[in-house]
């Protein structure tokens, strides 16, 4: 079974430029996650999607991140413009509700995107 | 469970030790206590979790404890490998939040040959 999977691995830009992150979910998963892990601490929960409905994104910067997933299946995270604290990696993970009474099952998690503004 | 910042606390094991990671949760409404290993370059594995209306629960080499009445929560690894050495999270899932995954702070684990 394919992993969780994520592009690009690595990302240099200058502040104030805009970048994009994409993730890919193991198929069938219908939860999504985009954590930020800045160096030497635990991730932090970006945004969590359900299907292609947000159930979370209260930790989005929303002046400057942006987050969509049209088809309940890839998604894609935006940074409009970057500051240099946007330095970080971001993880995007998955997984599968059994059912609505039911707790998920585990995440599972991509490589992630490192990040760095200069 | 918050993050220490830059300063992970780390635990040296000599190889073929038991290891035990503490973490303190803040939250009573979680459903599930869950702990993850991340490896340098890669993101989190999931290792193994338990419900909270449970205080005990061992997979292969590891034991993960709960105790509510202290909101502690911890990791037991057997007989520690040179493969263990990495980073450990504490995490909490809540599903009346929707499945939120929250992580703790994390340990760095060196084992020493």
């Known amino acids: 079974e394919a992993g969780v999977a994520q592009s690009p691995r690595y990302k240099i830009i200058e502040k104030r430029q805009s970048v994009a992150f994409w993730c890919n979910p193991i198929?069938?998963?219908?939860?999504l996650y985009w954590y930020q892990q800045i160096l030497g601490q635990g991730p932090k929960l970006l945004i969590q999607f359900q299907n292609n409905g947000v159930v979370d994104d209260s930790q989005l910067p929303k002046d400057r991140f942006s987050a969509e997933r049209l088809k309940g299946v890839d998604s894609t995270l935006k940074i409009q413009p970057a500051k240099l604290e946007d330095s970080a990696v971001y993880l995007c993970a998955s997984s599968f509700p059994k059912g609505p009474m039911v707790p998920n099952t585990e995440a599972f998690f991509g490589q992630g995107t490192r990040l760095t503004v200069v | 469970g918050e993050s220490v910042g830059l300063h992970l606390p780390t635990l040296s094991v000599q190889e073929g030790d038991n290891s035990i990671i503490n973490c303190a949760y803040s939250?009573?409404?979680?459903?599930?206590f869950i702990w993850y290993k991340q490896e340098s370059g890669k993101g989190p594995q999931f290792i193994i979790d338990?419900?909270?209306?449970?205080d005990k629960r061992q997979g292969q080499r590891v034991t993960v404890l709960l105790n509510k009445t202290v909101k502690h929560l911890s990791l037991q690894i057997a007989a520690t490998q040179p493969g263990d050495s990495a980073v450990y999270f504490c995490?909490?899932?809540?599903?009346?939040?929707?499945?939120?995954?929250?992580f703790g702070g994390g340990t760095r684990v060196l084992v020493k040959p």
């Open positions: 939250n009573s409404a979680s459903d599930y």
């Open positions: 995490a909490e899932r809540k599903r009346a939040a929707g499945n939120k995954l929250t």
């Open positions: 198929s069938g998963h219908a939860t």
């Open positions: 338990i419900r909270s209306n449970m």
